[in-house]
């Protein structure tokens, strides 16, 4: 397995791996490496590809200065490497979501977490990170999203989830294509919020959505978020016939 390096925006790095025998066509598995002062880290990957990872890490910056070690919700592929990159990085910190810190990563993180409140920024230097609870969506008590203000990039987590080993960045309809992911998957939880919490990200209007799984999309986010709602509402309208 290989991985590769793309900047996506203003020194956001997409760090992604595609693994070919999962589901119908192979699926990518992206981390986003924010270059800056206090680097930070959006998902770290299982720990299996936790070499890999810390090798393209270190293309960019070195590993040890890495500063924020953070990620959508708790599973293998968001956080499983996150021990690894704490031992690697010893100024590096977990920061997530207060519940999640409660729930799971008070006893998981090998240092303890810092516990994020809705809608509270991570001064990196010249970027800003926000921390946003979207409980349930796509799946998990504790998830939540990343806005990065400066670039207006949404880090985005399963959120249109892809499959195969698309572009690393378009401008294409990837609701299409998240549907068909969905098709095989169903992994997202259909709930009567799920819906208005996606319209609400729209309205911080990203111009890059940073997805965990397939391309990048650039352009006009907020479209693509409405669109992606608009999906989900009419299968659960679909599932609740």
Request: glycine letters at 8%; hydrophobic letters at 40%.
């Amino acid at each position: 397995m290989e991985t590769r390096i793309n900047e996506v925006a203003s020194r956001i790095y997409r760090l992604s791996t595609f693994v070919p025998d999962i589901g119908p066509a192979g699926f990518t598995f992206n981390q986003y490496l924010i270059d800056d002062d206090e680097p930070l880290l959006f998902h770290t990957g299982p720990r299996a590809m936790f070499p890999d990872l810390a090798a393209a890490i270190s293309t960019i910056t070195p590993l040890a200065k890495l500063r924020w070690i953070t990620f959508g919700h708790i599973e293998a592929d968001e956080c499983g490497a996150m021990n690894e990159l704490l031992a690697a990085a010893p100024h590096a910190e977990v920061a997530h979501g207060a519940l999640g810190c409660t729930v799971s990563l008070n006893d998981m993180a090998d240092r303890a977490p810092v516990p994020l409140g809705d809608g509270q920024v991570i001064e990196l230097g010249q970027h800003r990170v926000r921390h946003i609870d979207t409980p349930h969506v796509p799946h998990g008590w504790e998830a939540r999203v990343l806005y990065e203000e400066t670039t207006k990039t949404l880090l985005c987590g399963d959120l249109f989830t892809q499959l195969g080993d698309p572009a690393a960045i378009t401008s294409d309809d990837i609701v299409g294509s998240a549907s068909q992911a969905e098709d095989v998957f169903g992994a997202t939880c259909l709930t009567p919020r799920t819906g208005p919490t996606i319209r609400s990200l729209a309205d911080l209007a990203p111009t890059t959505l940073a997805v965990m799984h397939g391309s990048c999309f650039a352009g006009d986010g907020a479209e693509a978020l409405l669109a992606l709602a608009d999906e989900y509402e009419a299968r659960l309208a679909k599932a609740t016939e």
